[in-house]
Structures are given as structure tokens and as C-alpha cells.
């Protein structure tokens, strides 16, 4: 059953358990409505990452690339997020409007390494090369368990027919090593066009997990894109979901993984030539736990304490690189054995969120390695 279908026939139906049936409003004695219904909000929820409610389907318009960049847009369901702001909680709920008609979704990623960009993106919607007012300009970034990092909002489209999505993004302002150096350093503009029928947002599947599941500490799985082949990718591939390259295929030396504010954080040293010069190297790598996508815009800030006395401090760099791809590193003249490694979280990641992250990554405690 598509999701409307759903949230309108649980008082009559009593669904209880999966439901996973595509089909027609219509069809299933189901009248539309003004506007889409949340599923249901888990109650006593973690201050963690949990398993929400439901799993919802997402489907892909098409992609685009120009120069060293790439992007794909999807679309779902409209449903509720959360944004991060300077509010008491430091998050605050943005809820699905009557004249929402779906929620659409960037991912944008360097072609050569696959690393997904936390750029700044504006993207302008077009309907017979005209500006189209959906109440989209600069979608939020965002953490979704089917996801993984990406860019989105709802959208209020003014009727059925066919769009231009004008994605104009970059330049990457992190600092860039090995294989992004000396790259994405220029804005890119990149097309996607696109038909919009209210019947392929009523048609997407929608899953209600087993209640008892609900708030577990879990995750959904990424959803699977496919090859990324087709009339839709080109010769781009599937898009990213800002899980590569895998924490297991990181290079260097790792001084482990530990959890604090239930991200999962994981430290390496390097020698390599493109991070120092005869030095050492600290990358640190924030990633969720379950998934392994990467948590942009965080500050972090180490501290080395050697024989009782802080010997180092200093904040630590978002970075891309080709190998270790996105991460937060400092350039030291050495560590040495012993040495006491202790980072801090200065602020959480400044990220939207979708169910299930939105209670994670806020209150951090730090966190030290040894040498």
C-alpha cells in the first residue's frame, strides 16, 4: 500500500506489521486529501540513533554532471525533518505544509573520487524555462538513514507536468588533499529534467516496521540505487549515499573507534607526503553508527597531553581526500608513544535530520586515544 493509502485507512484497517503494496488511492477506496499525513512519531525515543516507524520508498529523476561534479535528484513522500538551530533543544521540527507535493533530494559528488560534497548548492525549479515558487532555493543539508548526506526539502509544485531542476553548487571550500587537490575549487551548474505526476508520489511503497521495533537502537538500511545506468545516469554510476571510502578501507595507522553523542569516531595517523612534511598526521572521522555516513559541518578540536603537560592544541580541519575521503585532520611534528590524544566536539554537525537521527549527534562527551 502507498503511503496515503495507509495513513488514511489505519483507523479502518488497523495495519499492524509490514506494508509494502504500491497501488492506486482509487483504487483502494482511499479520497485524496490536501495534504500527506506523518506516520506515526516514535514515542520515548533515544538520545541516540533509532529505527523509526516506517520505510518509506525513494526514487530517482535523473542525474547530470559538469566538469568534476555530479548530482542526482530524487524524490519521496513530503514528511516532517528537523533543522539544527540555536533553539533550547538546538533543533527545531519542520512540518509538512497543506500545499506540499513531495520532498526532493540532491546528492552531489566529486566523479573522479565518488565523495560525496558538502558544498554550498542553490537550485531553482523551471517549468517551460520559467521560475517556478515551490518554496525551495537553498534546500538543508541532511541525514537520512535511506540517504545517507544529502540535500532536500518539501516542495510545493503549482501542478502536474514537466520541470528543469537547476542545481548550481560549488566551489568546495573545504581544504582538499591527494586526489580532490587542486580541484572543485570552481561553481558548477548542472540540469535534471524532470516530469512530475501526482500518481508516481501516490504510488510509492510504504512500510510500517513491527511496532516492537520501534526506537530500537538501529538503523534502516541505504537504499539501493542501482548501477546509476540508464536513461537517468549516463555512464555516472549510482550516486553516493557519503558512505565511501568505508571506515575498513581507510588508510594509516588507526587508534580505534569510540562512540560519544552515539556517532561513531574513528582516528588515524598518516606520513603520507600529501598531508606533511616530514610530520604526522591526525585525521579524525565522525561517521553514524550502523550506516558509516560521514558528519559534515562539525567543529572539532584536539588537545595531546605528553608526561601530564598539553603539548599540542588546535582545531581540526574539514578536509576531502581522495583516499581517507571526508574528514577533520591537523598536521603535528610528531606523536610519540604514550602521547594522550583528546578530541572535542566544539559544535554537532550542522545537518538536518529525517526520523531516527534527529535525537543523535548533539550531546558529545570527549573522547581520548593513546599512542
Excluded at 488514511?8 to 482509487?26: P, Q
Excluded at 526539502?153 to 502536474?160: I, R, Y
Excluded at 580505534?256 to 604526522?280: L, M, P
Amino acid at each position: 500500500m502507498n503511503r496515503r493509502g495507509f495513513l488514511r485507512g489505519t483507523a479502518t484497517i488497523g495495519a499492524v506489521g509490514t506494508v509494502g503494496t504500491a497501488g492506486c488511492l482509487e483504487g483502494l477506496g482511499f479520497e485524496e486529501e490536501s495534504a500527506w499525513a506523518n506516520p506515526p512519531l516514535v514515542e520515548n525515543r533515544p538520545d541516540a540513533v533509532y529505527l523509526p516507524s516506517s520505510r518509506e520508498e525513494m526514487r530517482t529523476y535523473g542525474m547530470a554532471a559538469d566538469g568534476d561534479y555530479a548530482v542526482s535528484l530524487s524524490y519521496t513522500f513530503p514528511h516532517r525533518f528537523w533543522t539544527v538551530e540555536a533553539t533550547s533543544d538546538g533543533k527545531q521540527r519542520v512540518a509538512v505544509e497543506t500545499d506540499d507535493t513531495l520532498h526532493l533530494m540532491t546528492t552531489l559528488w566529486d566523479r573522479e573520487t565518488r565523495t560525496v560534497l558538502p558544498v554550498d548548492m542553490r537550485l531553482e525549479l523551471l517549468q517551460d524555462g520559467s521560475p517556478v515558487d515551490a518554496g525551495i532555493s537553498s534546500p538543508w543539508p541532511m541525514l537520512s538513514q535511506r540517504m545517507g548526506f544529502h540535500y532536500g526539502d518539501n516542495v510545493g509544485l503549482p501542478g502536474e507536468g514537466e520541470y528543469t531542476a537547476r542545481i548550481r553548487a560549488g566551489p568546495v571550500t573545504l581544504e582538499r588533499t591527494g586526489a580532490v587537490e587542486g580541484r572543485l575549487d570552481t561553481a558548477a551548474s548542472l540540469e535534471v529534467d524532470f516530469e512530475y505526476d501526482r500518481s508516481d508520489i501516490n504510488e510509492l511503497s510504504f512500510e510500517t516496521l513491527d511496532e516492537d521495533k520501534w526506537g530500537n537502537r538501529d538503523a534502516l538500511s541505504l537504499m539501493d540505487h542501482g548501477d546509476g545506468s540508464g536513461s537517468h545516469g549516463g555512464n555516472l554510476g549510482p550516486p553516493p549515499t557519503g558512505r565511501e571510502p568505508r571506515i575498513a578501507d581507510i588508510p594509516g595507522d588507526s587508534l580505534g573507534t569510540q562512540r560519544s553523542g552515539d556517532a561513531a569516531i574513528t582516528a588515524f595517523v598518516s606520513d603520507a607526503d600529501r598531508f606533511t612534511d616530514g610530520g604526522t598526521y591526525l585525521a579524525v572521522c565522525p561517521r553514524t553508527p550502523y550506516n558509516d555516513i560521514i558528519l559534515p559541518l562539525t567543529a572539532l578540536s584536539v588537545a595531546v597531553e605528553r608526561d601530564g603537560e598539553v603539548v599540542r592544541e588546535g582545531e581540526l580541519v574539514e578536509t576531502l581526500d581522495g583516499e581517507i575521503g571526508h574528514h577533520y585532520g591537523l598536521e603535528f611534528d610528531e606523536f610519540v608513544a604514550g602521547d594522550r590524544v583528546t578530541i572535542t566536539v566544539d559544535s554537532p554537525p550542522q545537518v538536518s535530520r529525517h526520523d531516527g537521527y534527529e535525537t543523535a549527534f548533539f550531546e558529545f562527551d570527549e573522547i581520548t586515544y593513546t599512542i
